[in-house]
Nanobody, 121 residues
C-alpha cells in the first residue's frame, strides 16, 4: 500500500510564507513524479507544481516565481515552499505521486487527503 500524508497548512497573512510537506510511504520501487494540486471552493482542482524523477519542474503560471517545489528522494518527500502568498492562493492543497511499485509494472497514481491553506489578513 502507498500513503501520502500532507502537512504544513494553516493560516498565513498576504505576503507571508508557508512550506507544505508530503511524505510517501509504503511499497514503492520508484517515484516518477510528485506534485501539488489545489482546489478552492467552487473551483476545479488545478496543478500547482510538479517535480519529476530527473529533477525537472513545472509550475502553474499563477505561482511561477513565488512557489518552489523540491524533493528529498531518500525520504520520498516533496515540499512546496510558498512565498509572497496571495488571498487567491487559498485552497486545499493535495499531494500526488506517480509511483512504480515493482520493476516493469505500469505506474499508479496516489493522492493525499489534502491540507488547508488560508491566506487572509
Amino acid at each position: 500500500q502507498v500513503q501520502l500524508v500532507e502537512s504544513g497548512g494553516g493560516l498565513v497573512q498576504p505576503g507571508g510564507s508557508l512550506r507544505l510537506s508530503c511524505a510517501a510511504s509504503g511499497r514503492i520501487f520508484s517515484i516518477n513524479d510528485m506534485g501539488w494540486y489545489r482546489q478552492a471552493p467552487g473551483k476545479q482542482r488545478e496543478l500547482v507544481a510538479v517535480i519529476r524523477s530527473g529533477g525537472n519542474t513545472d509550475y502553474a503560471d499563477s505561482v511561477k516565481g513565488r512557489f518552489i517545489i523540491s524533493e528529498d528522494n531518500a525520504k520520498n518527500t516533496v515540499y512546496l515552499q510558498m512565498n509572497s502568498v496571495k488571498p487567491e492562493d487559498t485552497a486545499v492543497y493535495f499531494c500526488k505521486a506517480v509511483v512504480r511499485r515493482n520493476p516493469g509494472v505500469v505506474v499508479s497514481e496516489f493522492w493525499g487527503q489534502g491540507t488547508q491553506v488560508t491566506v487572509s489578513s
